[in-house]
């Protein structure tokens, strides 16, 4: 077994993002984490690669190999090679260089628009509830701050050129200010004719008139609802600490009955965690809804213990339900955040546009990078014009909170479609945006291995037909 002639007389090591990943008792996978390469191994070859890592010599490795396995050995190694398992020691350093520079230059896309701190829901795990609770910061954006704010976002996308911007209406519950919304979505239409709108909304304040606006401004509405009455009404309750499911339920169909567009948002809580899959069942089947995003919850949750259990048990679940959801037709959004990277074999390079491609305007007119920063208004600034924001410090350092920017992240089997979970997560933790967000970690892992399993089987389904 000799190197190929075209690679001449250069030296391969070992790429340092190979990972071994087992698939059942007699199938494992060799897996680039940067490229997002897969060559499945069965037996006998597996065991020869069980304990490969990156002090292996590409000698030792073809040296190993008896006699009888010879011409299986070469064919590994060949695909091994043209996969850039085996490389030249600067092949990976040239692709990190060339990835960190494309994330460095990432545009800025979206603004969430905080059309009202003020809530009229006290949700127990809402992550804003120290701004809505806060009194010298409850208010409706103006109307001449939200002018103010799409013009921002008018120039900011011309020079970055953005052609398809967007604008989230935020809050709070942002249908307290039905005002500040008919006028941004007038205004906006006017003078960035191609700009997408969606609203999140905890569906209690929606009425026909509103309704009738939405559709006609084509604004997806994101509803906030966490599964049947009686988990619903666990967690998001209103200020008397009365569950809020009948309000919900009567917009989402005032919505369906004037043909808006409507998906759901549901936050993954110790409520509703073990029941998950029929809470997805009757989302589907009972609401007939078309759209499903699952969220992880956000916060220290007090120890390491209460942290490792949920987002152990929440992981599995969401890869259960996103399972589940495509059976039935529905892809769940936040499942899809991993499979596209996969599928498309480019490198998620963040999950969230909070990481440096989004504007946050609060209803005081302060800019900042992230919503969840509302509750301390940290990293919130003044901002005079686009130029004055692509070059701020703040969004230049927020643009670098990515995997490939992380020296454990390099290390992980998930990498290149990770994306890195939430910023704000990470540093409620540990101070640090640029430290890990430990749940959102173990879900795109287990999503990972779920999605390879997939490959697998749907590889040997091929091979029997």
């Keep these: 077994m000799g190197i190929p002639p075209y690679l001449g007389e250069k030296m391969l090591t070992l790429s340092r993002y190979t990972h071994v990943l087992k698939i059942d008792e007699n199938t494992s996978v060799l897996w680039n984490s940067l490229r997002m390469r897969a060559i499945f191994l069965g037996d006998p070859l597996f065991h020869y690669v069980e304990h490969i890592n990156s002090e292996t010599s590409f000698d030792d490795f073809k040296g190993q190999f008896p006699i009888s396995l010879a011409s299986n050995a070469d064919e590994l190694i060949q695909r091994m090679i043209e996969q850039k398992f085996w490389i030249n020691q600067e092949e990976d350093q040239i692709k990190i260089s060339e990835i960190r520079d494309r994330i460095n230059q990432l545009p800025v896309a979206i603004m969430y628009l905080i059309l009202s701190t003020k809530c009229n829901l006290r949700c127990r795990y809402c992550y804003l509830s120290k701004s809505v609770k806060n009194n010298c910061r409850r208010g409706n954006m103006p109307i001449k701050t939200i002018k103010k704010a799409v013009d921002l976002l008018k120039d900011t996308i011309k020079t970055n050129g953005i052609h398809d911007p967007e604008i989230i209406f935020y809050g709070g519950e942002p249908l307290l200010n039905p005002k500040g919304l008919l006028f941004t979505l007038k205004y906006t239409r006017r003078v960035i004719p191609n700009c997408k709108f969606t609203i999140n909304t905890n569906g209690t304040l929606i009425t026909d008139a509103i309704a009738k606006i939405l559709k006609q401004y084509d604004v997806l509405v994101s509803i906030s609802i966490d599964g049947p009455k009686k988990i619903h009404d666990q967690e998001r309750v209103d200020v008397q600490g009365q569950g809020s499911f009948d309000r919900v339920i009567a917009g989402i169909k005032i919505l369906q009955?004037?043909?808006?567009?409507?998906?759901?948002s549901c936050t993954i809580s110790p409520a509703n965690m073990n029941s998950l899959r029929e809470t997805i069942e009757w989302f589907i089947d009972d609401l007939k809804v078309k759209g499903i995003d699952l969220n992880l919850m956000l916060g220290d949750f007090g120890n390491d213990q209460i942290r490792s259990e949920y987002a152990y048990t929440a992981s599995k679940q969401l890869v259960g339900c996103y399972k589940l959801a495509k059976d039935k037709g529905i892809l769940i959004d936040r499942m899809m955040r991993i499979v596209r990277p996969l599928a498309k074999g480019t490198a998620n390079f963040n999950s969230c546009a909070g990481c440096?491609?989004?504007?946050?305007?609060?209803?005081?007119?302060?800019?900042?990078?992230?919503?969840?920063?509302?509750?301390?208004?940290?990293?919130?600034?003044?901002?005079?014009?686009a130029s004055e924001l692509i070059d701020h410090q703040l969004w230049t350092k927020w643009r670098k909170r990515s995997p490939f920017n992380i020296d454990e992240c390099l290390k992980c089997e998930a990498l290149s479609v990770c994306g890195g979970g939430c910023p704000y997560s990470a540093r409620l933790v540990s101070g640090d945006i640029m430290s890990l967000n430990t749940i959102y970690c173990a879900f795109a892992k287990e999503a990972l291995h779920s999605l390879i399993v997939e490959l697998w089987n749907n590889k040997k389904a091929k091979s029997m037909v």
């Design 356 to 385: 440096g491609q989004q504007i946050v305007v609060a209803p005081n007119g302060l800019v900042g990078v992230c919503q969840g920063n509302l509750n301390t208004m940290q990293d919130f600034v003044e901002i005079g014009d």
């Design 257 to 264: 009955d004037h043909n808006v567009k409507t998906s759901v």
